[in-house]
């Protein structure tokens, strides 16, 4: 009979050690969020993200601890990737679009609330930004239409940041009316 002392301790270890990489990880993402006055939902797509990257980690590692031959492993996971390869580069603007959000969520001054001007020759889109997901920017324009705007789009054409829209002077010019 085989025991499995020392592979139960590996994986001990490495679920302690994935648990402070969660805590830390969410702990800097909560931070930064709030530095940067990042709403909630954004957010929330950074966390999935990198819970995904550390949970792929975590099972490569315990696939290794437990003794899959490391020929046949390096074997599936490329088999994986390449299909993963096919199916992203079949569909670019899914991968696009979440890496444009993960960039819009890092660097760029976009924020939810915010008056803008999309510079495009073929379209005046001039509004509020309603809401930035994982692939789409939702935007109320001025004159009333509610229109969703790929991220990857929002990256590729020229912003210009108007301001935020004050709640208050807008009631106010509908009570002068």
């Known amino acids: 009979m085989v025991t499995y002392k020392q592979e139960l301790l590996h994986t001990a270890i490495l679920i302690v050690i994935v648990f402070l990489v969660l805590i830390i990880t969410k702990s800097a993402i909560r931070k930064f969020g709030?530095?940067?006055s990042i709403e909630i939902n954004?957010?929330?797509l950074i966390f999935y993200l990198s819970y995904l990257i550390i949970y792929?980690?975590?099972g490569s590692a315990l696939a290794i601890i437990w003794g899959v031959d490391l020929k046949q492993f390096t074997v599936f996971i490329s088999s994986v990737l390449a299909v993963l390869g096919v199916g992203f580069f079949a569909q670019?603007?899914?991968l696009s679009n979440?890496?444009?959000s993960v960039i819009l969520f890092f660097s760029h001054?976009?924020?939810i609330g915010d008056r803008i001007r999309v510079l495009d020759k073929d379209f005046d889109w001039t509004g509020?930004?309603?809401d930035i997901t994982g692939f789409y920017l939702f935007m109320k324009t001025d004159d009333g239409k509610n229109i969703t705007i790929p991220t990857s789009l929002?990256?590729?054409k020229g912003i210009e940041i108007l301001g935020k829209i004050d709640i208050e002077d807008v009631d106010s010019g509908e009570e002068h009316d």
Do not use: N
């Open 34 to 36: 709030f530095v940067r």
């Open 42 to 44: 954004r957010r929330k």
């Open 56 to 58: 792929i980690f975590a």
């Open 92 to 94: 670019w603007s899914i």
């Open 98 to 100: 979440l890496t444009a």
């Open 109 to 111: 001054p976009l924020r």
């Open 128 to 130: 509020e930004v309603a």
């Open 154 to 156: 929002i990256m590729q």
